[in-house]
Structures are given as structure tokens and as C-alpha cells.
């Protein structure tokens, strides 16, 4: 019932930036947290931001708190991942997820997912 489509990703420099857009459609007033998780080839997929679509509460995990920043526009149609001041270690592929609620822990099954952008940072 809700499809979610990422772009914007890239190759970029170590110290770039990039901004990841995921588009949101079908029944989004039942989607009220959105959040991005990333996986790297042989590494298990983490979660990286979660926003409370309802409260504007953020939560990232340590490696990115500081560079990255989760944000929804006014019409909550789009979720974007502002990644800045970007690493090697960074590059992954990075998936939009939705979910009813906000779950207290990252291993909660997401109620969507998106079909993922590549994000490569290298010299």
C-alpha cells in the first residue's frame, strides 16, 4: 500500500556530500516513522536514521551522528538523508524503510522498503 523510491546517490570524494531522497506514495498517513538503513557487500544491514514523523524526533546511529541528517518536507511526500563531511566507510547501499510506528530498536521488521541507491566514497 506504500511504495518508496530512493535517488541521489553517487560517487563522491571522502569530505562530500551527497543528499538521498526517498519519494513516499499510496497511503502515506499510515507510514508515521521513516528511516534509512545502508548495507555493504559481506556486512549485515544497519539502521542509520529513524524520524518520528509525527514528533520530528531523530535518531542516528553513532558512526554518522554529526555528518548525516534525516528531514521530511512539509507535505511528508519525500524523506531525505543529507550525508555530509562523507567517508569511505560510508559507501553501502542505502534504503529508504517505513514503518507504522517507530520501533524502539533498529531489528524491527520495516512495513517497506525501497529498492535502494548506491552511495560509493572514494579518492
Known amino acids: 500500500q506504500v511504495q518508496l523510491m530512493e535517488s541521489g546517490g553517487g560517487s563522491v570524494q571522502p569530505g562530500g556530500s551527497l543528499r538521498l531522497s526517498c519519494v513516499v506514495s499510496?497511503?502515506?498517513?499510515?507510514?508515521?516513522?521513516m528511516a534509512w538503513f545502508r548495507q555493504a557487500p559481506g556486512k549485515e544491514r544497519e539502521g542509520v536514521a529513524k524520524?518520528?514523523?509525527?514528533?520530528?524526533?531523530?535518531h542516528y546511529v553513532d558512526s554518522v551522528k554529526g555528518r548525516f541528517t534525516i528531514s521530511q518536507d512539509n507535505a511528508k511526500k519525500i524523506v531525505y538523508l543529507q550525508m555530509n563531511s562523507l567517508k569511505p566507510e560510508d559507501t553501502a547501499t542505502y534504503y529508504c524503510?517505513?514503518?507504522?510506528?517507530?520501533?524502539?530498536?533498529?531489528?524491527?521488521?520495516?512495513?517497506?522498503w525501497g529498492q535502494g541507491t548506491q552511495v560509493t566514497v572514494s579518492s
Open positions: 524503510a517505513a514503518y507504522v510506528i517507530c520501533p524502539n530498536l533498529w531489528s524491527e521488521k520495516p512495513a517497506d
Open positions: 499510496g497511503y502515506t498517513n499510515s507510514r508515521k516513522c
Open positions: 524520524l518520528n514523523s509525527n514528533t520530528g524526533l531523530t
